[in-house]
């Protein structure tokens, strides 16, 4: 997946400092803070796109509704969904959708011509082998 | 775009149903509603998945930021991007991004196999009319 930064990230509430999260909802950040794992202390900026374009409500539902083992994907995903909408707020993702679809339809376009010239030099050499045993010429083995 | 439904949807607040979005969160729909362009009575269901992935006022923000002639573009983007959040939980968007970009790298490959191969014909067809001038035979024109 594109986006792998912290599904493996170990928190420890522990810490003195709080979640990026709780830091800048300016809240205790407790052991059971559903954001903590994912959005450490050092990804302030990260949860700060999060928030601005899903909400914290609303990511702390995301998160809550995944098994464990799939939260840590489900907010990379987040984190880079939201990054894409900032930096382009009125496609997001879907203009990263939409120049990968080109691009595939493109290289479609150009794997199709490679096959017809392909083709075209398969027929080629048939008609010389052919023309070759005909008239008695060279093999067309090479 | 991937998304292009209701960016020409003309809105008429003169109409007697209230827009998808002022019906789900049961409020009087004005002239000035910013998503009665974007979010007609009949799209109660797009409106509900934007709602639950952005919330209304991150919506209501995002399109309050744009100049008129963008936001419907990103009213789609966003009924896409909620769309595939609510299909695929944990990936959203960046499943679709995943595999494209797998299928770009396949295509690629499968692309640079067959200029390899139209290549090796290349060096082939020379190979033959090489042959076919040092021993007297057929030219390589066909």
Redesign the interface.
Known sequence: ???SRSSSTSFSNASTSPCAACKLLRRTCNSDCVFAPYFPDDQSQQFANVE????A??VAN?LN??PIH?KG??AN??I??ADA?VKE??????????R??L??AQ??K??CS??T??DR??V??A??EY??SA?G??S?S?
Chains 1, 2 share one sequence.
């Open positions: 997946m594109a986006a601005k374009i899903f909400g409500s609303n995301m509704d995944l799939q994907d489900a995903s987040l880079f969904e909408r707020p009125i496609y997001g993702c879907v203009g990263a959708i939409s990968l679809q691009e595939v290289l479609q150009e794997l490679a096959h010239g392909i030099y398969g080629y050499t008609g010389q023309k070759g008239y010429g060279a067309a090479f």
